[in-house]
């Protein structure tokens, strides 16, 4: 008796992920060449997609807006970094939580990144304006973590704060970073970037500590009341 032969497979998922993954990344590359030849202010959708060897459609069926495809990297970045943290003991600080997810330097890729963009936001109001955009983005990553982190009877405002918090201090630490770095990225870098972000948020959970305390939670349990306190209240 003869084997029945499998039906004819159509183009799998895999194959469309794949290609979906390089068109990304080609569109990625293209908007980061024009920013570096020829400044932020250069990277259109038309521009990107030229560059690429791509339509305008097909740019926009990736990316509704030109600001997105050059946040990509950076969202996968702390996508990352947000999927370890929650991966973290419920019962752990989240100061420990953090910086038991620094544990990595960063990709190469997002610091050269880094190095082009803080490079021209001294001079390019358009680099400052994709910096404030790219850290909003970036913290509503985080805040969604944080409430999943703290639970639904935290204070709402808490979250807000913490996560603009660690942008910022992230963002400070990375500036530093640039300039102590000269903006080369090698294996010796990438761990003097690590080292400053770790140092930086040893900073800011030590900045509020009265003389004589050595617990840098007690300040955020004196000064942070409970959703629950606060509804209360009102």
Not at 82 to 111: G, H, I, K, N, Y
Not at 192 to 211: C, N, S
Request: glycine letters at 4%; one cysteine or more; proline letters at 5%.
């Amino acid at each position: 008796m003869s084997e029945t032969a499998p039906p004819a497979e159509a183009p799998s998922d895999g194959l469309r992920a794949r290609n979906r993954e390089r068109t990304t990344k080609l569109l990625e590359q293209a908007a980061w060449d024009l920013v570096a030849e020829q400044g932020f202010e250069s990277v259109t959708a038309d521009a990107v997609a030229d560059r690429a060897g791509v339509s305008r459609r097909t740019f926009y069926n990736y990316f509704p807006r030109v600001e997105l495809v050059l946040q990509e990297r950076m969202r996968e970045t702390i996508a990352g970094l947000v999927d370890r943290f929650l991966e973290r003991p419920a019962d752990e600080s989240l100061q420990e939580s953090l910086l038991a997810v620094l544990t990595e330097p960063f990709d190469a890729a997002v610091l050269e990144k880094a190095v082009v963009v803080f490079g021209q936001s001294n001079t390019s109001p358009a680099a400052r304006q994709f910096v404030m955009e790219a850290q909003s983005c970036e913290a509503e990553q985080v805040i969604r973590a944080l409430e999943d982190r703290l639970g639904p009877d935290a204070d709402p405002l808490a979250a807000q704060v913490v996560a603009q918090t660690v942008l910022t201090v992230g963002h400070v630490a990375t500036m530093a970073w640039v300039e102590q770095s000269g903006g080369v990225v090698d294996d010796r870098t990438r761990q003097l970037h690590l080292d400053l972000l770790r140092q930086a948020f040893m900073h800011l959970a030590t900045a509020f500590i009265a003389p004589g305390d050595t617990d840098p939670g007690s300040v955020a349990q004196d000064v942070t009341p409970s959703h629950a306190d606060t509804t209360r209240e009102s």
